[in-house]
């Protein structure tokens, strides 16, 4: 740009890894541009995520599950449209299309910001709301995907994933680790996911815990606390109770229980997590916490956890994937089955012993 933007606004509404993932581009808009003011669209449930970072001026929350109902309810079609209309006023030279898809486009479209812009190979038309389209580098990280559209105005990318968790939800969860008696490190397992096709056999679970469970007593580790979100509750319920039944370790269930905020606070306090291809993933890289993901169907090095790509187990390595090759349940599921529990312990091992965990 040949002029420094005084209003940037980011769009990336979801989803909850996404966002956290994005947070490089807000840290280098920031570092380039320390006057402007810096808005981020997000979606509602996902505004915890981003609502205290210091970078940013304005969360503008997109109430998206509300809004589906926009073309059958006059009520809802109008505060959708006061919605829209408010982006507009906000007045902003510089607008990111970070999502790439057409609500997102449309957002962008809306401000009738003097630059727009998209990845050209944004879905379902998205890039034809912007003005400057970025061609994206074959096979390259979505994080360095997303630098390279600021890149285009002349930010330096900064490479940064530090988030920032509310402080209501650090208080929080201080609280519940000291009613659950969690006074020392402990590990973080997301083992539930709502695509079928991200899965790791139930059993598998159970041995890998089984295996490591003298490590983690060696390394002072008694406690384990398993995350989930919503609808993940019978999942995780199941693996907790049978690791309960088999190692001496202590497991802590809180599927279900916690917000975006308090997941955060969790990952943020743990000494390792051990996750399939989920927001806990890149919750871990943003905290600087150690590792170790499973991954099938989605390639690691292009939407793994950022420059941590080293920590993940893949089953479908060797094969020719598609970007929503996950949603095939069969597919995914023989992806899935060829990772061993042998392979996930030595990772495992590997991290808490050589990798810094503790």
């Known amino acids: 740009m040949r002029t420094v933007p005084r209003r940037i606004l980011i769009v990336r509404p979801s989803a909850f890894g996404d966002v956290c993932r994005t947070v490089p581009l807000l840290w280098s808009l920031r570092k380039t541009f320390p006057k402007a003011v810096i808005d981020w669209v997000v979606e509602d449930r996902w505004s915890a995520a981003i609502q205290e970072h210091p970078a940013i001026d304005v969360v503008v929350k997109f109430p998206k599950r509300e809004f589906r109902s926009c073309w059958r309810n006059p009520r809802i079609a109008i505060k959708t449209i006061r919605w829209f209309w408010r982006l507009r006023r906000g007045r902003y030279d510089l607008v990111i299309d970070a999502q790439g898809l057409a609500r997102s486009g449309l957002m962008s479209w809306v401000t009738s910001a003097k630059v727009r812009i998209a990845d050209r190979s944004g879905r379902e038309f998205s890039w034809l709301a912007a003005n400057r389209r970025v061609n994206r580098i074959a096979g390259s990280h979505v994080v360095d995907a997303m ?3 600021v890149a285009e105005v002349g930010v330096i990318p900064i490479a940064d994933m530090r988030l920032v968790t509310p402080a209501a939800d650090l208080v929080w969860w201080r609280n519940e680790a000291e009613r659950r008696n969690i006074v020392g490190p402990f590990v973080v397992i997301a083992a539930g996911n709502g695509w079928e096709g991200k899965r790791w056999a139930s059993e598998r679970w159970g041995e890998l815990l089984r295996t490591v469970a003298d490590d983690f007593v060696n390394q002072g580790i008694q406690d384990v606390v398993w995350i989930g979100a919503p609808g993940e509750e019978a999942q995780i319920a199941e693996l907790c109770n049978d690791a309960s039944s088999i190692t ?19 990952v943020q306090n743990a000494s390792l997590v051990i996750a399939l291809d989920s927001a806990p993933v890149h919750l871990a890289v943003g905290f600087a916490v150690p590792l170790v993901a499973l991954y099938g169907a989605t390639q690691p090095s292009s939407d793994g956890p950022y420059q941590a790509q080293m920590w993940c187990v893949h089953g479908g390595r060797g094969e020719e994937l598609g970007k929503h090759d996950y949603r095939d349940s069969h597919k995914g599921r023989v992806m899935m089955g060829r990772i061993t529990t042998e ?3 030595a990772l495992v091992r590997k991290r808490i012993h050589g990798g810094g965990a503790l």
């Open 147 to 149: 630098l390279q559209l």
């Open 343 to 345: 392979e996930v312990v």
């Open 248 to 266: 001496q370790l202590r497991s802590h269930n809180l599927a279900g229980l916690t917000t975006v905020g308090g997941t955060m606070a969790v």
